[in-house]
């Protein structure tokens, strides 16, 4: 087709054409007008570091600033929180809160709610390589009336700060709690496990490793000791046998020496010579017989006067002799014989006198110097037997002692290592917690203080002015676009589906042959009078004014509102 007959086709077409580019064009034009405006609010947070350096207090939030931002998000769009943040700034009506489930509400508001976070390229401190790090979020909300939108937003906002300040306090708090309760438990098993290790070596003082080589020592010093007092034992007991043989040769009293000179033997002397010399006439001579019965008379009167004068063991002794005696005489003669029934009264007399010196005990002292002095002797050897076998018998329980402290030392010395590992583990991990609780309770201050890392409100949400959506100008630009578009394709799709003759070139290619004549469009009586020129003036009249009101409107809803323009004018004219 040539373009004289584009042009006639256009001509042709011209009425479907219009219809349906303005029908698109006026649906455009009210989808621009009619659709709900929506205003959007933005506010920008800044994340600043903590004021002290790291090295100097660290944090016990070790989260990334996005995670943090994500986790308060969650926090902050609860159905709770969004349902009361809808009641309070009433972005629902009554009748559709109660229509429309809480679940489709909070979903709405989440979709209405934007968050954007912002990145910059610093230089990581400890790896000291760029890397991007997170400085700031926005946080937009929108709705249809733009002071709600400011108010939710700057509502949002408080939520997000609070939030923020609440969960590192409360995750500080949380993590001193934690270590303080780990703190305590470790420090009952230290205190239990030193009181495991007092108590062992408490028991096993002498077998602990650490005494291992004084227990050698002693051991050795003891066994010397030991084997020095047996010795000196051995020779105490030897010597004393010797003084107790010395002392049996001795007489406890002195002769006593006459004013002529003759020395007198003691009543103990005089006694044991008496019997003597009673056994000697007793062989010789008959019981009755007179010299043997005047040193018999003699030999009782001695012993009397001994039994009233000497102590106990005298009288003891004396008794002991007199029922020796009196035994040798029952072998021989019967009970009434007149000696055995004198012995039994000796005997008799004796235990009486036993009996009553048990009361009031006399004793004789020994006089002779030499019996005196091997006495002493023997007394103070006998002193030193005591006091050596009381050594002796110490010592020998020191050596089994350490000999059993040896014995048992590899047992104790294993559960002694197990006990001290256990109390340096304990001891080393106690320290370590109160290290972590130390500065956790300095990262707890530095929260409570806010000179940790903290969210900083730079931009608050400002009155929005103008709708965010929708883009009237693009709905219209792209209406008029689609209007045009579908009125030509229009054309051409009936034009495609005309198979009718319009041209001569037409009727060349559907006959081969060019036509001889051609007769120019010869219009009727009618159509001159549809198209006479006053239907068209009024027709033109007509679309300029509805064009006029289109230009006016589209001022009014995509570049200033009218009755701001008309301020305007009036206050450039000196009126307003």
């Not at 019967?334 to 009361?359: F, G, H, M, T």
């Amino acid at each position: 087709m040539s373009l004289d007959e584009y042009i006639a086709a256009f001509k042709r077409r011209r009425k479907p054409i219009m219809y349906t580019a303005f029908a698109i064009f006026v649906i455009a034009l009210l989808a621009a007008l009619l659709w709900p405006p929506t205003y959007k609010a933005s506010a920008t947070i800044l994340i600043e570091e903590q004021e002290i350096p790291d090295d100097m207090v660290r944090s016990t939030i070790t989260s990334y600033a996005n995670q943090q931002i994500e986790v308060i998000r969650q926090r902050v769009l609860t159905l709770s929180n969004i349902m009361e943040m809808v009641r309070k700034f009433n972005l629902y009506d009554e009748g559709e809160l109660a229509r429309t489930p809480a679940t489709e509400i909070a979903q709405k508001f989440i979709d209405s709610v934007a968050l954007e976070v912002l990145s910059a390229d610093v230089i990581d401190p400890r790896s000291g390589r760029p890397t991007a790090a997170t400085i700031a979020f926005t946080l937009d909300f929108e709705a249809s009336d733009p002071r709600k939108t400011q108010s939710v937003t700057n509502e949002l906002v408080n939520l997000f700060l609070n939030e923020n300040l609440r969960s590192r306090t409360e995750q500080a708090g949380s993590t001193t709690e934690f270590l303080r309760k780990e703190a305590n438990v470790l420090a009952e098993e230290v205190r239990a496990l030193e009181t495991a290790l007092v108590a062992f070596k408490a028991q096993h003082q002498a077998a602990l490793p650490e005494s291992f080589q004084m227990n050698m020592q002693n051991l050795t010093r003891y066994q010397t000791q030991l084997v020095s007092s047996e010795s000196r034992l051995i020779e105490l007991n030897r010597r004393q046998l010797d003084l107790e043989a010395q002392l049996a040769s001795l007489s406890p009293y002195s002769p006593q020496i006459l004013s002529t000179g003759e020395a007198v033997l003691s009543d103990v002397d005089r006694l044991k010579s008496l019997e003597s010399e009673y056994r000697q006439l007793s062989a010789r001579y008959s019981p009755n017989h007179p010299d043997v019965e005047k040193v018999r008379r003699e030999i009782d009167a001695l012993k009397m006067n001994l039994g009233n004068q000497g102590g106990s063991d005298d009288l003891r002794k004396l008794l002991a002799s007199e029922e020796a005696e009196l035994t040798a005489l029952l072998a021989t003669y019967s009970s009434d014989y007149p000696e055995v029934v004198l012995k039994k009264e000796n005997i008799e007399r004796i235990k009486r006198q036993i009996s009553a010196s048990s009361n009031e005990q006399v004793v004789v002292k020994p006089d002779n110097p030499a019996y005196i002095m091997t006495d002493n002797q023997l007394q103070m050897i006998r002193m030193e037997k005591r006091s050596l076998t009381e050594q002796v018998a110490s010592l020998t329980k020191q050596v089994e002692s350490l000999n059993k402290a040896a014995t048992d030392a590899p047992t104790v010395e294993r559960e002694y290592s197990n006990l001290v590992r256990n109390l340096d583990v304990a001891t080393a991990n106690y320290q370590e917690i109160q290290s972590k609780l130390k500065t956790a309770e300095l990262a707890g201050e530095l929260e409570s203080n806010r000179k940790g890392q903290r969210f900083t409100l730079i931009e608050p949400p400002a009155l929005p002015e103008e709708p965010f959506s929708p883009n009237r100008t693009a709905i219209l630009l792209l209406g008029t676009f689609i209007a045009i578009g579908a009125g030509i394709g229009l054309a051409v799709l009936l034009e495609l589906a005309d198979q009718s003759i319009r041209s001569a070139r037409g009727l060349e290619l559907a006959t081969g042959s060019a036509p001889l004549v051609m007769v120019p469009y010869i219009t009727t009586p009618e159509e001159d009078r549809r198209n006479r020129p006053g239907k068209t003036l009024y027709m033109t009249i007509g679309l300029g004014v509805a064009a006029v009101i289109v230009a006016l409107l589209l001022i009014h809803f995509f570049y200033k509102p009218l009755d701001v323009m008309w301020y305007v004018v009036l206050n450039k004219l000196g009126i307003g």
